[in-house]
């Protein structure tokens, strides 16, 4: 029900939202490019082979009207000057002639013959093919036109090197020119048959594609609003159908991410609610009884001054898990762990004492880890701390340092109250205790191990924790160690 809202939600925003410009569009610029690519083809589809056709005619014609033209030159060449009734006997030995039109001039262009019926015998056919054949070369020329192709050319007639007239052919073919007018026809037709299916394919993958992006940037723009829980579906394995997939695996983690961020100030305020309210209550009461005695005013002073000392406390570890957020003080240096160990188990002395714990320390060689002083401090003392606070009467707790490889190992074992295994993956969590009661009488936060693994992380190390044997609790890290090489101090 609620994805459906969501559905709905995206496609309205998607009717309403600003559209992107035709002219910019992914599928106007597709269809543009496909269709000058498209026209390209047919062009040269409805040209090129048309062409090459007419071409192949052209010089079988030429072929042709050329070998007739050998034999009646041969047959007219024995003459020294060809005259009218010459050039009629010669043309009647002739056999197979199979020209359209014979026209036969002598030397000076005059006409002495022409096989068409009422033709232009006795008059001057000076055409271009005719002059360039009297003055000794072959000529040819074609055309095609209303389905009919008409060539015709002039070959000159030689006695003794000399030219004495010209021999001019004619041509016209209809049964070709219907063939290729057939041709273009069928060009045509394959054409627009080919035309409309790109138009048709086109129009329906274009359809699917944009249908496909419209649904992605409804998805964008849903979850832009502020809905996490919003997922694109998008069926298929394509390049968007990935990007969806990708687009909800990023959703997933805003989301996580968000419900973190709200869950950590619901947990902030509360935190800070409860020294408050204790601070209003206590303030109120000193107020409101105007007859209370000095001593009584002392203890709800010192309990003030208690909540007040715990409101800094968990200003003090909100700014640390800040100032590791934020990246800060990311210095790193050669940090002896050992020292840093020792040091923070002098200061926590008195506390191991009032909680009847044994302390020990066992400190391997060259322990220097890559970290900075303030992050190694905050990770010894919160581990070692809460081993003291976390345990039993007469408990104890090992500390212990090893160099292995290019890392070294810090271990704090307690033989305390131990940590459920249902709540071992949830410790590091801001604000999660297992016993609150207890965390509070110890003066606890909750944002320790946060701290702990955040300063961990930022050094690029690990931490784990597991079940101590009988009881108790072992947390391990292990810190990347100083080599030395490359390295600055
Ligand atoms: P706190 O300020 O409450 O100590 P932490 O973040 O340091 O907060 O620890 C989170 C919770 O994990 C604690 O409240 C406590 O319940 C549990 N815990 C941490 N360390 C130990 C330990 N060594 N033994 C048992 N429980 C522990």
């Given at each position: 029900?609620?994805?459906?809202?969501?559905?709905?939600?995206?496609?309205?925003?998607?009717?309403?939202?600003?559209?992107?410009?035709?002219?910019?569009?992914?599928?106007?610029?597709?269809?543009?490019?496909?269709?000058?690519?498209?026209?390209?083809?047919?062009?040269?589809?409805?040209?090129?082979?048309?062409?090459?056709?007419?071409?192949?005619?052209?010089?079988?014609?030429?072929?042709?009207?050329?070998?007739?033209?050998?034999?009646?030159?041969?047959?007219?060449?024995?003459?020294?000057?060809?005259?009218?009734?010459?050039?009629?006997?010669?043309?009647?030995?002739?056999?197979?002639?199979?020209?359209?039109?014979?026209?036969?001039?002598?030397?000076?262009?005059?006409?002495?013959?022409?096989?068409?019926?009422?033709?232009?015998?006795?008059?001057?056919?000076?055409?271009?093919?005719?002059?360039?054949?009297?003055?000794?070369?072959d000529a040819f020329s074609s055309a095609y036109q209303d389905g009919l192709f008409s060539s015709r050319g002039a070959w000159p007639v030689m006695n003794r090197n000399r030219v004495v007239g010209?021999?001019?052919?004619?041509?016209?073919?209809?049964?070709?020119?219907?063939?290729?007018?057939?041709?273009?026809?069928?060009?045509?037709?394959?054409?627009?048959?080919?035309?409309?299916?790109?138009?048709?394919?086109?129009?329906?993958?274009?359809?699917?594609?944009?249908?496909?992006?419209?649904?992605?940037?409804?998805?964008?723009?849903?979850?832009?609003?502020?809905?996490?829980?919003?997922?694109?579906s998008m069926s298929g394995h394509d390049e968007l159908a990935q990007l969806a997939e990708e687009f909800n695996q990023l959703t997933g983690r805003l989301q996580v991410n968000e419900e973190e961020r709200r869950r950590f100030v619901s947990d902030a305020s509360h935190e800070l609610k409860t020294p408050l309210a204790s601070i209003r209550l206590m303030t109120d009461s000193i107020l409101q009884d105007a007859s209370i005695d000095r001593e009584t005013t002392r203890e709800f002073v010192a309990d003030i001054s208690d909540a007040a000392d715990r409101l800094i406390h968990i200003s003090q570890e909100l700014l640390?898990?800040?100032?590791?957020?934020?990246?800060?003080?990311?210095?790193?240096?050669?940090?002896?762990?050992?020292?840093?160990?020792?040091?923070?188990?002098?200061?926590?002395?008195?506390?191991?004492?009032?909680?009847?714990?044994?302390?020990t320390l066992t400190l391997g060689e060259g322990c220097l880890v890559r970290c900075n002083d303030k992050d190694a401090g905050q990770i010894l003392k919160n581990l070692m701390e809460n081993a003291i606070k976390y345990n039993v009467l007469h408990g104890q707790v090992d500390v212990t340092t090893r160099r292995v490889g290019d890392k070294v190992t810090l271990s704090v074992t307690d033989t305390g109250v131990g940590i459920p295994e249902a709540d071992m993956p949830r410790i590091f969590e801001r604000f999660y205790r297992v016993d609150k009661a207890r965390s509070r009488a110890a003066g606890g936060t909750g944002l320790g191990l946060s701290i702990v693994r955040d300063a961990v992380k930022r050094h690029g190390g690990e931490i784990t924790v597991q079940a101590g044997q009988p009881a108790g609790t072992i947390f391990t890290v292990i810190l990347p160690a100083w080599t030395g090489e490359g390295e600055t101090t």
């Open positions: 029900m609620d994805n459906k809202a969501h559905l709905w939600r995206a496609w309205w925003k998607e009717q309403v939202e600003p559209k992107i410009p035709v002219l910019h569009s992914l599928q106007m610029r597709l269809a543009l490019g496909y269709s000058a690519l498209i026209a390209a083809l047919l062009i040269l589809m409805n040209t090129y082979p048309l062409l090459m056709s007419q071409n192949l005619m052209f010089r079988s014609q030429q072929t042709a009207l050329a070998n007739q033209a050998v034999v009646i030159t041969n047959a007219l060449t024995t003459a020294d000057q060809l005259t009218p009734a010459g050039v009629e006997q010669s043309l009647s030995q002739v056999e197979d002639l199979n020209v359209q039109r014979i026209l036969i001039t002598d030397e000076a262009g005059l006409v002495l013959y022409d096989s068409q019926e009422n033709g232009v015998a006795g008059k001057y056919a000076l055409t271009g093919e005719v002059v360039a054949a009297l003055r000794g070369n010209a021999v001019c052919l004619y041509e016209t073919d209809g049964d070709q020119g219907a063939l290729l007018g057939e041709l273009q026809r069928n060009l045509r037709l394959i054409s627009v048959v080919v035309c409309l299916a790109v138009l048709a394919l086109f129009g329906a993958f274009s359809t699917f594609l944009s249908r496909r992006v419209r649904t992605l940037l409804g998805g964008i723009r849903t979850v832009r609003e502020g809905e996490y829980t919003h997922r694109i640390e898990l800040d100032r590791l957020d934020q990246g800060r003080d990311l210095d790193r240096r050669a940090i002896d762990l050992n020292e840093q160990a020792e040091q923070i188990g002098r200061m926590l002395a008195p506390l191991a004492e009032s909680a009847q714990v044994t302390m």
